[in-house]
């Protein structure tokens, strides 16, 4: 089942990435969202061969024409006019075909072995609907003939409900396709930050050398959201914030802040030292669930100043439901580099701003010569922001100008923007930079089946310390920063989060 890859620094042209993709889903809301615009970009971008097809797949009625219109209408509304091309545009809508297919069913899959006949191109077959019919997609695909042995399968998160899901899900995947081209997205993982989090690590000695027990005290992760359910009430509800945010984006950011060096940029290299992490999270036992862990819901308040509902407020709300809409917990990871480093992980719906960050605290000196009054700001931060605006900022202390001011300290930010730093450059989409890996037969980017695994029965084990305590999750006002017992979480241990510093 192992592959090997060109590293991720290889340059484009080693081989041949011309593709025909198959898009299941493809008038669905993450297609006309991202995926269609992340397309056109790699194709702007002369990323994409000129021998590159896309066919659309989704149960509505549409000739090519008319899908080709919905397509091109998407574009011209979420990309900015200066990126809309005549030439550009008029050769992306070029390339797609449509039809119609029931999913459920085998009939009319010979549609699709018939658009690859003559082929010489792998075919990418893009699941972009619900997880309960990957594998009956990827069955009819094959009792229709139209797989080979290059063909590749992109599947969405969340892949399963818990592990015992998740791995019939995976079994039936992997019973037409071998791991080896099985491409798990977690979109977190193509953001130009991420990327950057392992150059910054593995190419810099400067923290290289600190990034332990005896240098780091300890660790925030920070996923908000700004909005609300948004229509989504029937899946949400069933999934809650742990399987939504947790199992996947949080636990793949602390997964790469913790992990120790890969021997090499190989995918492999790369996902085994990040299920080494996995396995080594401390599990929630006793008393723990109910000091280390905070669940919270949505109650009515404001987001920009207007008045939002509660959660159980919204359209097609069940007004007793029990389900989480924020987690905070601190975690810890038993090894030898991280042993007595707890780490504070938060996520939650209806939060003040839209915000996704990684901040490292380093240790304070072991002997302080300045104003006691100053000690608390006597660390050094590393500030790691995924969104809305990617950039690394490392926050050192610097002597106070004036005269009057003494050796009063200053704290202020070494600070690496993105936008600023590159002003010429369009920060590019992970989905971009995800679609280009699956294209180029790289899987260094995306999540291994142990990895999901592994993930899963840890929160498994939350999930069951919850559900067997019986303890409804805490009310916090829509456009806070969660409930007051997440702050006290914290405080215990003589802390407080970043912005409230």
Not at 54 to 59: F, K
Not at 443 to 453: K, N
């Amino acid at each position: 089942m192992s592959q090997s890859y060109a590293s991720p620094g290889a340059p484009l042209g080693e081989r041949d990435h011309a593709i025909d993709l198959a898009l299941f889903g493809a008038l669905g809301d993450l297609a006309m969202r991202k995926l269609f615009p992340a397309l056109y970009h790699l194709d702007r971008e002369g990323l994409m061969p000129e021998s590159t097809r896309i066919m659309g797949l989704a149960r509505q009625e549409h000739d090519v024409a008319s899908f080709r219109q919905q397509v091109g209408g998407a574009l011209r509304k979420r990309l900015k006019s200066s990126e809309l091309e005549d030439s550009s545009f008029e050769r992306f809508l070029n390339r797609l075909d449509y039809r119609q297919l029931d999913f459920s069913t085998e009939e009319g899959f010979e549609a699709i072995r018939e658009w690859r006949e003559g082929s010489k191109q792998p075919m990418v077959v893009y699941l972009s609907v619900a997880a309960r019919i990957y594998g009956d997609i990827c069955h009819h695909l094959q009792a229709s003939g139209s797989l080979d042995e290059d063909s590749r399968v992109v599947v969405e998160k969340p892949i399963g409900y818990d592990l015992t899901s998740s791995e019939q899900i995976n079994d039936a995947i992997g019973a037409v396709f071998p791991e080896s081209r099985v491409y798990r997205i977690d979109h977190y993982l193509g953001k130009e930050t991420v990327q950057n989090l392992i150059a910054l690590r593995f190419a810099n000695p400067l923290f290289g050398t600190q990034w332990n027990q005896n240098h780091i005290s300890h660790v925030e992760i920070t996923v908000a959201e700004k909005v609300g359910i948004e229509g989504r009430w029937g899946y949400f509800d069933d999934a809650g914030q742990l399987r939504d945010m947790v199992q996947n984006h949080l636990l793949q950011l602390l997964c790469l802040i913790a992990m120790d060096p890969p021997s090499n940029l190989d995918a492999d290299a790369i996902r085994d030292e990040k299920v080494k992490v996995l396995k080594a999270l401390k599990p929630f036992k006793g008393e723990a669930l109910g000091r280390d862990v905070v669940r919270g819901q949505y109650i009515a308040g404001t987001s920009d100043g207007q008045a939002v509902p509660g959660y159980l407020e919204e359209e097609g709300a069940n007004t007793q439901s029990q389900t989480e809409t924020f987690v905070a917990m601190k975690t810890e990871v038993s090894n030898w580099r991280w042993a007595g480093v707890p780490f504070y992980l938060r996520t939650g719906k209806r939060m003040p701003e839209k915000l996704s960050q990684i901040v490292i605290h380093f240790r304070q000196q072991p002997h302080y010569i300045f104003d006691p009054d100053q000690r608390d700001i006597a660390s050094n931060k590393l500030i790691i922001r995924l969104q809305p605006e990617e950039g690394i900022a490392l926050q050192v202390l610097t002597k106070d100008s004036g005269l009057d001011k003494g050796m009063r300290l200053r704290p202020g930010p070494l600070h690496l923007d993105f936008n600023s730093a590159f002003p010429k450059s369009r920060i590019p989409d992970a989905y971009e930079r995800l679609l280009l890996e699956v294209m180029k037969g790289q899987q260094y980017l995306f999540v291994r089946r142990d990895e999901v695994e592994h993930a899963w029965r840890w929160c498994d084990q939350l999930i069951a310390g919850w559900q067997s305590r019986e303890t409804p999750p805490r009310r916090y006002p829509a456009g806070s920063w969660g409930p007051v017992a997440s702050i006290a979480m914290i405080t215990q241990d003589g802390r407080s989060w970043y912005e409230d510093y």
